[in-house]
T-cell receptor, first 109, second 116 residues
Framework: GENVEQHPSTLSVQEGDSAVIKCTYSDSASNYFPWYKQELGKRPQLIIDIRSNVGEKKDQRIAVTLNKTAKHFSLHITETQPEDSAVYFCAARPNKFYFGSGTKLNVKP | GAVVSQHPSRVICKSGTSVKIECRSL??????MFWYRQFPKQSLMLMAT?????????EQGVEKDKFLINHASLTLSTLTVTSAHPEDSSFYIC????????????FGPGTRLTVT
């Protein structure tokens, strides 16, 4: 089955700096790669996604890049704000969803 | 759009009893629903994939007789934890993928189960 690895497990940045979270996957059949933000005790919220026919997607301060050859994809958050602090999960979907282990992002004001 | 509800949000039950959790897609039809379990400070662990009108597909290590899943309609899936034990205490989250959609999933708010 699919194996998704996510790094780093924790990330601390100063407000206004950029944050990058990286994931790798193993199954070449995966063709959908969402990123979720989860605040404590709440449901994961989809923040951005990318499909395998696209290399990059941007939505305001958030961007995702995908390298199918290398089987890795990354989340980029620019101009970070304290409200960006949360746990972020990547996922890959061949037929069902496989999640990364999560990254706890702390944005210091 | 794409709202998923889950009920109850919290439940406390005694060891040995059964608990049913409902997952509903409120404004779309979901051919596929997923059930996850999440322990504190950990990732989501897929328990099973539920397809409307057919038997659920369970992940390796998940007891199908303990975690009964019924996907009765295109908007409702239920998870029943049978003969619950304290080690079943966890955060259970469902998600639903819209029929004819582009493979995305939308999560319910989760159910915090505590078995005493």
């Amino acid at each position: 089955g699919e194996n998704v690895e996510q790094h780093p497990s924790t990330l601390s940045v100063q407000e206004g700096d950029s944050a990058v979270i990286k994931c790798t996957y193993s199954d070449s059949a995966s063709n959908y790669f969402p990123w979720y933000k989860q605040e404590l005790g709440k449901r994961p919220q989809l923040i951005i996604d990318i499909r395998s026919n696209v290399g990059e997607k941007k939505d305001q301060r958030i961007a995702v890049t995908l390298n199918k050859t290398a089987k890795h994809f990354s989340l980029h958050i620019t101009e970070t704000q304290p409200e960006d602090s949360a746990v972020y999960f990547c996922a890959a979907r061949p037929n069902k969803f496989y999640f990364g282990s999560g990254t706890k992002l702390n944005v210091k004001p | 759009g794409a709202v998923v509800s889950q009920h109850p949000s919290r439940v406390i039950c005694k060891s040995g009893t059964s608990v049913k959790i409902e997952c509903r897609s409120l404004d779309f039809q979901a051919t596929t629903m997923f059930w996850y379990r999440q322990f504190p400070k950990q990732s989501l662990m897929l328990m099973a994939t539920s397809n409307e009108g057919s038997k659920a597909t369970y992940e390796q290590g998940v007891e199908k007789d303990k975690f009964l899943i019924n996907h009765a309609s295109l908007t409702l899936s239920t998870l029943t934890v049978t003969s619950a034990h304290p080690e079943d205490s966890s955060f259970y989250i469902c998600s639903a993928s819209p029929a004819g959609g582009l493979r995305e999933q939308y999560f319910g708010p989760g159910t915090r189960l505590t078995v005493t």
